[in-house]
């Protein structure tokens, strides 16, 4: 019973945050990788880190146009 | 109150709000057909469960984990289910994912409960167990924006009244038309807690890690205004031509 409670537990949380969308978990790793690597230097963290979540919503909503379209 | 106030009021609200949308659909179908005692009850059942889930585990994150761990693991987790929530906005408004149907929804509910055995007695399991099903589902993800928000800001309080407003609202404004809220707009509400959740959760992992932001809270805005931007023209630009 324990065991197939964490079992839940973990498809829920994997669900949550890999789900149908594993490049949105990857992309986060890596905004949180920048964050850390950019602190000291803010002009470039300003920039960088929302074109990086920018360029990974496009990338994927396009990815499914692409699909519809062929 | 603080700029990082206003947009966690507005982007729990929004979440619930949408939520608890699609979770009144699921009551109101469980209540028309099996009876409204047990369906008010499952769902004010699932509602408990979920404000203990947010004390028991807002409460400690508070006060035991590091602020800036704490910050970081918040903002990632806004992060994934913010660009969820836009994705799926954007897809909807460029007509590649077709629009949450809530009457749909409510009409295959109904005809599903209509195929099950009559209600015995004046306490009935199935509505209990669809509305409570209905209600804990859809709120899993606004209990963890309450706490992740909550607890990130230390406006735990803060993000529980916000949601509890959501929740009242909705359930007002379905007791009084009786039935579910096919006329709200849903993806537009999607699209604005989209965008605040990605403007909050990079705005804290960057925070968390130790990139001050210029003009502190002030710097939310300039997210939510980058993705909006973003939004508006996702909307157009995505869209697939009709070919003649």
Redesign the interface.
């Given at each position: 019973m324990i065991r197939r409670g964490l079992r839940s537990f973990g498809r829920f949380w994997w669900d949550f945050l890999v789900g149908d969308t594993p490049e949105f978990f990857l992309v986060t790793l890596v905004v949180v990788a920048l964050a850390f690597l950019l602190r000291s230097e803010r002009a470039w963290g300003v920039v960088v880190l929302p074109v990086v979540v920018l360029g990974a919503l496009v990338l994927s909503t396009w990815r499914v146009r692409q699909k519809k379209k062929s | 109150m603080r700029t990082s106030d206003v947009v966690l009021i507005l982007a729990v609200f929004g979440a619930s709000l949408v939520e608890m949308v699609e979770a009144l659909t699921l009551v109101v179908a469980a209540g028309a057909t099996r009876g409204w005692r047990s369906a008010l009850e499952g769902a004010a059942s699932a509602a408990l469960v979920l404000a203990v889930l947010i004390v028991a585990v807002g409460i400690p994150l508070i006060h035991y984990v590091p602020i800036d761990a704490l910050r970081?693991a918040v903002?990632?987790?806004l992060?994934?289910l913010g660009?969820?929530w836009?994705?799926k906005a954007?897809?909807r408004s460029?007509g590649?994912?077709a629009m949450h149907d809530e009457d749909l929804i409510y009409e295959e509910t109904v005809s599903s409960l209509r195929l099950e055995a009559p209600p015995k007695t004046s306490r009935d399991a199935v509505a209990f167990a669809i509305a409570f099903k209905g209600v804990f589902l859809e709120g899993t993800e606004v209990a963890?924006i309450v706490v992740s928000l909550g607890a990130s800001s230390h406006r735990l309080g803060l993000a529980a009244v916000s949601a509890a407003a959501a929740v009242v609202l909705v359930s007002l404004v379905g007791a009084f038309v009786a039935r579910q809220l096919s006329s709200v707009p849903e993806n537009a509400l999607k699209s604005v807690v989209g965008v605040m959740l990605?403007s909050f959760?990079?705005f804290w992992?960057?925070e968390?890690?130790?990139?001050?932001?210029?003009g502190s809270d002030l710097?939310i805005l300039v997210?939510v205004g980058?993705?909006s931007i973003?939004t508006l023209i996702?909307g157009k630009a995505?869209r697939?031509p009709v070919s003649a």
């Open positions: - | 970081v903002g990632g987790l992060l994934v660009m969820g836009l994705r954007w897809l460029s590649l994912k963890l990605c959760g990079l992992v960057g968390g890690a130790g990139l001050h932001w210029p710097f997210f980058v993705f973003a996702a995505l697939v």
